[in-house]
């Protein structure tokens, strides 16, 4: 999906224009994709440009960023200052906005610790990840032959630049083989997540979602959506789920940033009903989440302006 450039880009605390954001060819996260980056929208509302759990974005950054040793120079306050700011000065209703904190030029080779730490927030118009009818017509899905990460290879709850790599080619060969998206199981075989997105399978009228210890990114989006379904009397656990597991679910979907609520139409070319009944109460639900305009989750949404 192309990039439509806005008018500035934060860069370590100054607004750049946006054709001038640039780095030097041997920043070293570019050469060892040693970075951590964020994925957040702001949607348009009656308040103007209204961010979805902005802080806790932010707070996820942070602890990235801890988890790689990688220090950040700004806190978590004049990093939410700073995503407001940028996108008031896009002056757009509604945008995709990217934080990334990365290691910058002046030191090559694998020791990050003379390297200084840059951080970046930039933001852009950007549509339904997985298409805009995905919550009713659904995706196609593909068991990747790549597997996730191991706990003690990259570190998969750290929303790290390199851990895409291994998504990447996930999504990629996903594409070619003719699927919308791609689902990873972790070296023991069980369901972690997709390339960019958590997963929820309902099985006996029960929604479950992967563990962390499955390899799963902790999702803000996932932790929305969770509320969203306790809150509308759905049970929801964290458990393992088997591959075969989704041959056989009642309905399943897939929650993140990008793809906001997206249902499941099938898994390696096994149908599942879609969209089945809980995934469109939470689908719809959350898209009035996400625009303020349901009161027990208004505090999740921060006014730019």
């Known amino acids: 999906m192309p990039i439509a450039p806005t008018e500035k880009i934060w860069m370590n605390g100054d607004m750049v224009p946006w054709d001038r954001a640039q780095i030097h060819i041997l920043t070293h996260s570019l050469h060892y ?25 932010m707070r996820r950054l942070h602890e990235s960023a801890r988890i790689m040793g990688m220090p950040m120079p700004y806190s978590i306050e004049e990093l939410t200052d700073a995503a407001k700011a ?13 934080p990334i ?13 003379p390297c200084s730490v840059d951080v970046a927030i930039a933001c852009w118009p950007w549509g339904a990840y997985l298409g805009d009818d995905a919550l009713t017509k659904g995706v196609r899905m593909k068991i990747s032959s790549w ?12 929303k790290t630049t390199g851990n ?20 990873m199981l972790n070296p023991q075989g069980f ?22 210890s499955s390899g799963a990114l902790e999702g803000v989006t996932q932790s929305t959506v969770t509320a969203i379904a306790k809150d509308h009397g ?6 393992t789920i088997a591959r075969s597991d989704l041959y056989i679910a009642d309905e399943a979907f897939v929650c993140g940033t990008a793809a906001e609520v997206s ?28 625009r303020g305009e349901v009161d027990q989750y208004k505090d999740w949404v921060e006014h730019a302006e």
Do not use: Q, W
């Not at 895409?164 to 689902?183: M, P, Q, R, T, W």
């Not at 972690?192 to 962390?212: D, M, Q, W, Y």
């Open 191 to 212: 369901v972690s997540e997709c390339t960019g997105e958590n997963i929820f399978v309902a099985r006996h009228g029960k929604l479950i979602t992967p563990p962390l």
């Open 164 to 183: 895409y790599v291994n998504s990447s080619l996930a999504k990629v060969e996903a594409l070619n083989a003719g699927y919308d998206e791609a689902i």
């Open 263 to 290: 249902s499941i139409s099938s898994v390696d070319d096994r149908a599942i009903v879609c969209p089945g009944p809980m995934t469109v109460a939470i689908g719809e639900e959350y898209h009035r989440t996400v």
């Open 147 to 158: 597997t996730r990460h191991d706990h003690n290879t990259m570190p998969p709850a750290a």
């Open 234 to 239: 759905f049970e929801v656990t964290v458990g």
């Open 101 to 113: 904190a990365y290691y910058g030029y002046g030191e090559m080779g694998l020791n990050t610790l």
């Open 33 to 57: 994709g040693m970075g951590v980056f964020e994925g957040i929208r702001a949607y348009e509302t009656a308040n103007g440009p209204g961010i979805f759990r902005l802080t806790d974005h």
């Open 86 to 98: 940028v996108v008031v000065a896009s002056g757009l209703p509604g945008c995709y906005i990217r």
